[in-house]
């Protein structure tokens, strides 16, 4: 089996490429930049240097969108390097003459907008907001191929915890100064799924003939970002515990802090529980354990 990975080289890319190897898949990785070379892998840096047919594309590139503060012309490179480039993708796969059977396409819960109380599926509409018009972009360019010989799965993610990088990394900086902190009154909600399961949730999507559509890759128990400094603190103790007014927040981070900080949604893995996935790391508490030893190490 051949993969092609957009986006192969970060933070769920490169916890994933390893696992297709394992399995013994050939694997190309679509990148901007040389990269060192890598038993197995091929890397590229454009579609047109592909050689060989691709069996199922994973599509993860796209500007951070909590890299930078969020300028016009910022938002435009997020849009661009997502939706733009993914429209230049389909476009691509449509023209092969032995086209991929499966497209898994990166998106967000920021789908689905924000909100304190609503419960999000994979069955509620769309919101309101940049990330939420940003995913619906994303999600709309990648459904151009359904209905042709190319099945179309996308990813909802949630915030994706692990070691080293990722939303994780940030919001335990003050924890190991020995302050729990969280973002304004901190009862918005987080969802958040383990690196591990995500990668594993691809798996099972690239195994699955019958995958299609969107999918929510969140851990079955969301909690507010509170509860997520008290699950912490109780791992890595803290001396001093508050919460970050949202007026600083706004001031220091911009728009980003409503949409990714200050406001979150609750979101459940319906359609992956259905299928029978099963969550190696269901509560907040099992995965902090395990990332937290990792860590040591
Ligand atoms: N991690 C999360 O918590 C999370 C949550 C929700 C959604 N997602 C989405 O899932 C995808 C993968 O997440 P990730 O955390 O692995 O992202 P990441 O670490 O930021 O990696 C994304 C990759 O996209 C490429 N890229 C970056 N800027 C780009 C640009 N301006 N134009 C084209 N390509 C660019 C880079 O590859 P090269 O430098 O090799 O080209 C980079 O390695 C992302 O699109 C992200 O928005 C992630």
Redesign the pocket.
């Known amino acids: 089996m051949h993969i092609l990975v957009t986006?192969g080289?970060?933070?769920?890319?490169s916890a994933l490429v390893p696992e297709f190897l394992k399995r013994g898949f050939s694997v190309t990785v679509l990148?901007?930049?040389q990269q060192p070379v890598r038993a197995g892998v091929t890397y590229v840096q454009s579609l047109d240097a592909l050689q060989t047919p691709v069996d199922v594309v994973i599509n993860?590139?796209?500007?951070?969108?909590a890299g930078r503060r969020w300028s016009d012309g910022y938002k435009a490179?997020m849009v661009a390097?997502?939706a733009g480039?993914t429209e230049q993708l389909v476009q691509w796969m449509s023209a092969q003459s032995i086209p991929p059977g499966l497209l898994i396409s990166?998106s967000?819960i920021g789908f689905y907008g924000c909100s304190r109380d609503q419960f999000f599926d994979e069955t509620s509409p769309g919101g309101r907001g940049f990330s939420a018009q940003l995913c619906q972009a994303w999600e709309s360019a990648a459904s151009v191929l359904e209905g042709s010989e190319t099945r179309v799965a996308t990813l909802r993610?949630?915030?994706?915890f692990d070691r080293s990088?990722?939303?994780l990394s940030e919001m335990m900086r003050s924890f190991k100064l020995g302050i729990g902190t969280w973002m304004g009154d901190g009862e918005q909600w987080l969802s958040w799924v383990h690196r591990a399961d995500v990668v594993r949730a691809i798996l099972f999507l690239c195994g699955d003939e019958k995958a299609s559509g969107a999918y929510n890759v969140v851990a079955p128990r969301p909690v507010t970002h509170r509860e997520f400094s008290r699950v912490l603190s109780a791992r890595k103790p803290t001396l001093l515990n508050f919460g970050l007014p949202a007026p600083i927040a706004r001031l220091l981070l911009g728009e980003m802090a409503d949409e990714l900080l200050l406001e979150g949604q609750r979101v459940t893995p319906n359609k992956l529980l259905e299928a029978g996935f099963d969550f190696r790391f269901a509560s907040l508490d099992s995965a902090l354990i395990d990332i937290l030893a990792r860590s040591k190490e």
């Not at 993860?60 to 969108?65: D, I, N, P, R, T």
Request: charge should be positive; hydrophobic fraction near 45%.
């Open positions: 986006g080289t970060g933070f769920i890319g990148t901007r930049h993860l590139a796209g500007a951070s969108l490179e390097s997502r480039f990166g967000a993610l949630g915030v994706v990088g990722g939303a």
